[in-house]
């Protein structure tokens, strides 16, 4: 059976194809501009998708935390309070715009595009669906992993340039949890590539065709579970920018829209964690009848309400504490599951 | 338990026999209470060496009272015992014009917030206090004290109150000789830890803080001021405004006072539905202080939610009851309520409690697994802004917060007012101390609470007058009025002195706050940062209550 979702696709890529064709024939254009031009038109009509997504993210955690609270939530703006987050971003854009009296201008200015770029540009490299992404190479999860690298610096960098003493203490405490998620991440990713065989991703949802990874290695998605939501600086893992101690921790400082921008980079960053534990554990597109890219946004969204979930229940450890969990806990059951990959992989590739 | 009258003789017969002529009895006009007259100020640090050792733990309050006519001011010390409910009250007068008298602080840590709110208030300098300075007023106000009779209100006027507002750091700049891994750090007067308007300056090096020190008044109302310009009735309404989270309280620990002073007899119906009021009031409290504490332990969601869902019904009630949701002036000289109304409690509001509280009890349950069943809860509280038992004592805390230290130490039983020694409820404790303690004896109190008001349904009398009719011209008194309660943030008292006219001739009031809250400079010693939200948060503070 063929998926309805790629047949569209591949019908709307030739109707691209031609307009973009009848187009450069028009107006005589030269024939080395016809692929940045295709490009350009993939990426708008990939943003429109992926910007309505993420206002529907953002509505759907306020909705479905307003109803674990008892409460309604948004309900004025639009239907069901849908153009409320619109609403906010013409807000934030609105605002003043508010410096430290001795903040780093320049830096202060510099890190809120740079760090929502860093959060947004790993999204090139996750399949969406079959055939549906923007690069395939065969190290593509270790690029993936090398850009989520950059985000504590930046992440220091921002407190540091507002020169204020608790966006220090939060950048200072961001620095220390990125570093440290980022080993019991690594290694329980190790298992994945392990049993795939390739470092790439549309190779590692492949192997996933007949059985899922979290269900082979439940142990090693958990850990990568847990890490990534380290990694998001979300609740009960927001330590960074615990409300109660230190304010808002390394965006005190920021007003208008640089907060807008770090507000954007949270969503940006849920996104693409959740894509990639669809992608690594979750079967990617794959699902009953027919592979689709259906399957992986549904599969997607269900990772970022487990999350959500996850946000509205637990208490927040204390910054020690966080570290312990990683070092004592997470590490050791990252190993542990390395050791159980490596001595059941041959019956597990009987499954595969 | 010896007996109160026999502490009473002991007490008297010590104290007199170690001092000599520099004191001389007085008789109170309560019998449990025993009074002295301390002719020489200067051995004031005698009396209290010597109350020590009899066993008097704690400085309640110490009031000035201004008398401009005698060119004195009067100092009332009032000590309280754990074991006991028998008070032992030091009558002594400085002269006005040089009032100086000997800091009993380095001897009993409990008296620095009520030497620094006399120093501050009042103008008397305790020699010898190790760290005098303004709380409430600005740390360089020089215009006169504003509780002495003949201060000006508009003095208030030539502070140069907006040009002072960028130099906070003033009184506590930081030395240059400190070491360069040390810090200083302003916590609030704006921040979402300190649940009002209160600064902490941390000393710190690296996470770990080394000194701290709360600073207070930003927003003090003078209420106490205000009080001796408003008759008796009007003052009720103040007393709401002491606290936004338990006004029935306030207005309790008020109206005994008054009535004590006017030697008003109460219907007893009115008492039983006094303690009902005071009782749900208790629960509100703590329910706002739970979802509070919830948030600063790091969930802005359900547990900070839900208790405010709980909060609402039982508000609800009291609504149905006063007719307003937050301040209700309700409890009125004489009785409950307006004259009109005061019968009119119908049957219905009492089933409606009992229900009420049925389902809360199911609520609690819920709590529980949020919070009891889960690990990082307890990783947050155990061990957490340890303050155990005698230390707490010293340092004069109250309430919940002695009680988590494992003292059992309950006003409602030790020294019981309306009908808390007719029903039966026991008093939770904890062991450690921390934060955790503090939660369990709160959770548990709130249980205690539901058992109290369904026995006092059952038991109070079914009919019956509300209130006594007390004429306004009637409303005036010569002496003093005390009363002290168990406020569900701890011991509350109001010590009222009355010259004869309808309006109070001073009104001091014992904020348990404000005694608990002077505790952080011992509590946070060590402790990590991360953890400061969660210390202030367990020691329930009501900012409106210590600004008064």
């Not at chain 2, 006063?322 to 509001?349: M, N, Q």
């Not at chain 2, 889960?374 to 707490?392: D, P, Q, S, Y």
Request: hydrophobic share 45%.
């Amino acid at each position: 059976m063929q998926d309805p979702i790629t047949m569209i696709a591949s019908e709307i890529n030739k109707q691209i194809e031609m307009i973009l064709g009848y187009i450069f024939g028009l107006l005589g254009l030269p024939e080395w501009l016809y692929f940045p031009a295709y490009v350009l038109v993939l990426i708008i009509i990939f943003f429109l998708l992926f910007t309505v997504d993420l206002l529907f993210i953002v509505w759907m955690e306020r909705k479905l935390i307003g109803r674990i609270h008892h409460r309604r939530s948004v309900t004025e703006t639009g239907p069901f309070g849908f153009f409320q987050n619109i609403a906010d971003v013409v807000k934030l854009l609105i605002k003043e715009d508010i410096y430290p009296e001795k903040a780093d201008r320049f830096m202060h200015n510099l890190v809120p595009p740079l760090l929502a770029a860093t959060a947004l540009i790993p999204v090139v490299l996750i399949p969406f669906g079959p055939g549906i992404w923007f690069l395939r190479m065969n190290t593509s999860v270790v690029l993936f992993f090398a850009i989520a690298t950059l985000v504590p610096g930046l992440v220091l960098l921002a407190g540091w340039a507002s020169n204020s003493k608790l966006p220090a203490i939060g950048a200072f405490r961001a620095g220390l949890q990125l570093i440290s998620y980022e080993l019991p991440l690594g290694l329980s990713l190790l298992g994945v590539v392990l049993l795939a065989g390739s470092l790439d991703f549309v190779s590692i949802v492949e192997a996933q065709k007949n059985i899922w990874f979290a269900l082979v290695q439940p142990i090693g998605a958990f850990v990568f579970f847990v890490a990534s939501i380290m990694e998001l600086e979300r609740a009960p893992f927001d330590v960074p920018e615990a409300e109660g101690e230190i304010i808002v921790g390394w965006r005190t400082e920021y007003s208008g829209i640089k907060f807008g921008l770090f507000y954007g980079t949270e969503y940006f960053k849920l996104f693409v964690s959740a894509a990639a534990f669809t992608a690594l554990y979750l079967g990617g597109w794959y699902g009953p009848f027919f592979p689709s890219v259906i399957y992986f946004v549904l599969k997607l969204h269900l990772v970022i309400i487990m999350m959500i979930w996850v946000r509205i229940t637990f208490f927040r450890p204390r910054p020690d504490q966080l570290i312990r969990i990683a070092y004592t806990k997470l590490i050791p059951l990252a190993i542990l599951n390395l050791f159980l990959v490596v001595i059941l992989a041959p019956y597990i590739s009987y499954l595969l | 338990m010896r007996k109160t009258d026999d502490i009473v003789n002991i007490t008297r017969e010590k104290l007199v026999s170690a001092l000599g002529n520099d004191v001389e009895p007085v008789e109170l006009k309560w019998p449990n209470y025993v009074g002295f007259r301390l002719l020489t100020p200067r051995r004031i640090t005698d009396v209290v060496k010597e109350l020590k050792k009899l066993g008097y733990a704690q400085v309640t309050l110490i009031t000035g009272i201004d008398k401009p006519q005698e060119g004195v001011i009067e100092l009332v010390y009032k000590f309280n015992r754990m074991d006991s409910l028998v008070m032992a009250w030091i009558y002594t007068q400085i002269p006005r014009d040089d009032p100086k008298i000997p800091s009993i602080t380095p001897i009993c840590k409990s008296a620095n917030p009520h030497e620094l709110e006399v120093y501050d208030l009042m103008g008397v300098i305790f020699e010898g206090h190790p760290d005098l300075r303004h709380v409430f007023l600005p740390w360089d106000w020089d215009l006169g004290s504003p509780l002495r009779k003949d201060w000006d209100p508009s003095l208030a006027k030539e502070y140069p109150w907006w040009e002072r507002t960028r130099e906070f750091y003033d009184p506590f700049v930081i030395p240059e000789t400190e070491a360069d891994d040390i810090y200083y750090l302003s916590i609030g007067p704006q921040h979402p830890a300190v649940h009002g308007s209160f600064r902490l300056i941390l000393k710190l090096r690296g996470d770990t803080i080394l000194e701290a020190w709360p600073d207070f008044g930003w927003v003090h109302r003078g209420i106490e001021k205000l009080a001796e310009s408003k008759n008796y009735e009007q003052n009720i309404v103040y007393t709401d405004r002491l606290c936004y989270g338990s006004a029935i309280t306030w207005n309790l620990t008020y109206v005994l006072a008054i009535e004590d002073l006017l030697g008003i007899e109460v219907p007893e119906r009115a008492q039983w539905f006094r303690a009902i009021l005071a009782e749900i009031q208790r629960i509100i409290s703590h329910l706002l202080w739970l979802a509070a504490f919830s948030g600063d332990i790091g969930t802005y969601h359900s547990m900070f939610l839900y208790p405010l869902r709980e909060r609402e019904k039982f508000l609800d009630l009291l609504e149905k009851a006063c007719g307003s949701r937050l301040t209700y002036s309700y409890i009125r000289i004489g009785g409950v309520g307006i004259f009109k109304h005061a019968e009119d409690i119908p049957e219905t509001w009492f089933e409606e409690t009992k229900e009420t509280i049925k389902d809360f009890r199911k609520r609690l349950e819920e709590y529980m697994d949020i919070t009891y069943a889960n690990e990082t809860f307890w990783m947050r509280t155990k061990g957490v802004g340890i303050l155990k038992g005698k230390a707490a004592v010293e340092a004069g805390a109250t309430g919940p917060v002695l009680r988590g230290a494992g003292i059992k130490y309950d006003i409602r039983k030790v020294a019981p007012y309306l009908v808390y020694d007719q029903v039966d409820f026991e008093i939770p404790t904890g062991k450690n101390g921390d934060a955790f303690d503090r939660w369990w004896v709160r959770i548990n109190e709130m249980i205690q609470s539901t058992h109290i008001i369904e026995q006092i349904i059952d038991e109070m009398p079914k009919q019956g007058p509300l209130r006594t009719k007390v004429p306004l011209p009637k409303l005036r008194g010569k002496g003093e009025g005390f009363s002290r309660t168990e406020d569900p943030r701890g011991e509350a008292s109001i010590y009222v002195v009355g010259d004869g006219s309808d309006k109070p001739y001073r009104l001091h009031i014992r904020s348990p706050t404000y005694a608990n809250l002077s505790l952080l400079h011992y509590i946070l010693r060590h402790a990590k940062l991360a953890d400061i939200a969660v210390i202030i948060g367990s020691l329930d503070p009501c900012m409106a209550e210590v600004d008064r």
